[in-house]
Each structure stands twice: as C-alpha cells, then as structure tokens.
Nanobody
Framework: QVQLVESGGDSVQAGGSLKLSCAWT?????????VVWFRQAPGKEREGVAGVFTGGPHIFYAASVKGRFTLSLEKTANTVYLQMNDLKPEDTATYYC??????????????????WGQGTQVTVSS
C-alpha cells in the first residue's frame, strides 16, 4: 500500500558522512505514518536503525547509531532523511526504508512493516 524509494548510498572511508533519502507514496492518505530505516549486512539479520512517527514527530534511534545518525522529516514531501556521520566499517550494509500508516505502534521492528523500499548500499572502508 505504501511505495518507497531510497537513495544516497555510496562507498566512503571510515569517519566520513552520507545522507540517505526515503520518499514514499501511499494509495491511501493516512494521517500519520511510521517510517523506519533498517539495515542488513551480509549474513546478519535486518536491524532497525532509526524511525519516526510523523504525527509528533517523534524520532527514535538504535543505541548503535545514536549520536552519529540523525533522522529528519520533510512531512509535506513525504520524505525522511538519514544523515550518517562518523561512519564505521560496521555500518556497512544495505539500508532499507519501511513505512506503514500509523496504527498505534511505531518501533524498530521488521514485523510491523509490509511495505519496503528496494534498498541502497552503504559501504564504509577502514
């Protein structure tokens, strides 16, 4: 029901920065959305990185990225950005954006989302 397009992935050196974008459209005009960035490294489970409940907005982060990553929301454009600073090799992963019309819960949990973007690759070299 929600279509998402991510962009901004690239290869950078450790300590560098990248800014990812996620734009979404929806067949139905929900009042609010839960939008979350996830990442998945080869051989690892998909993990939540940062998310936003657009009604606040209320923004939240995984402990592993807090202080380094910043999520921002451009509500009128249905777009979220993930500014990633001080990147580390362990941040290397495919980054996915997921969104759903807000149903009362917004957390860094893959099970809450049925709509996903195609992913954008972030590679951090040491």
């Amino acid at each position: 029901q929600v279509q998402l397009v991510e962009s901004g992935g690239d290869s950078v050196q450790a300590g560098g920065s990248l800014k990812l974008s996620c734009a979404w459209t929806s067949k139905y005009a929900f009042t609010n959305y839960c939008v979350v960035w996830f990442r998945q490294a080869p051989g690892k489970e998909r993990e939540g990185v940062a998310g936003v409940f657009t009604g606040g907005p209320h923004i939240f982060y995984a402990a592993s990225v807090k202080g380094r990553f910043t999520l921002s929301l451009e509500k009128t454009a249905n777009t979220v950005y993930l500014q990633m600073n001080d990147l580390k090799p362990e941040d290397t992963a495919t980054y996915y954006c997921a969104a759903e019309g807000y149903g009362g819960t917004c957390r860094l949990e893959t099970s809450l989302f049925g709509s996903w973007g195609q992913g954008t690759q972030v590679t951090v070299s040491s």
